[in-house]
C-alpha cells in the first residue's frame, strides 16, 4: 500500500448560475480592482492509501461521482499525487 | 496587455478547525470509503488582463489578502497562467 492526496476540484457546469462567485466578483471591482471573470469551485484534498495509483483515481472518482460532486451541475477534476 | 488566468486556493490554517470536512469525510466513510484525512479549500479562477505574470500575480495576491482569504484562519496560494 503507497499513501497518496487526490486533489478533487468540483466547479459548477458552463451555463449553471453561479451567485457567489458574481457577489464576489463585484465586491472585488467595487475595491477598485479590474478583472473580466471570477469562477468559485470547492477543492477536496483526500490522503489515502492503495495499490497504486490507478486504484487511488478510481476510489477517488467514485467519492466524487457518490458525494463530493452532483453530476447534474458540476464538472470534477481528479489529481494523485504521491505523498 | 496579456490575458491571464489566477488560480486562488484559500486553505484553513494548520489547527483551525473544520467540521465541513470532517462531515464530508465522515460521510463517505458511512458510504464505504476508506480514507486517512480530508481537507477542504476554496478555489477561485480569475481572468485579468495584466502587464506581465508579476503584475498579475501583485493584483491577485492583493485581492486574496484584503477579500478572498482571511490572513487570521486561511493559508493562501496563487498561481497565474497565460490564458
Same sequence: chains 1, 2.
Avoid: C
Amino acid at each position: 500500500m503507497t499513501q497518496f492526496t487526490a486533489t478533487v476540484t468540483v466547479r459548477l457546469k458552463t451555463g449553471v448560475l453561479d451567485p457567489e462567485a458574481e457577489t464576489t466578483q463585484r465586491a472585488l471591482e467595487r475595491l477598485g480592482f479590474e478583472l473580466e471573470d471570477l469562477r468559485s469551485a470547492d477543492h477536496f484534498e483526500i490522503d489515502l492509501e492503495a495499490d497504486s495509483v490507478d486504484d487511488a483515481a478510481e476510489r477517488v472518482e467514485s467519492m466524487a461521482e457518490r458525494l463530493l460532486a452532483n453530476p447534474t451541475i458540476h464538472d470534477y477534476e481528479v489529481e494523485i499525487d504521491h505523498r
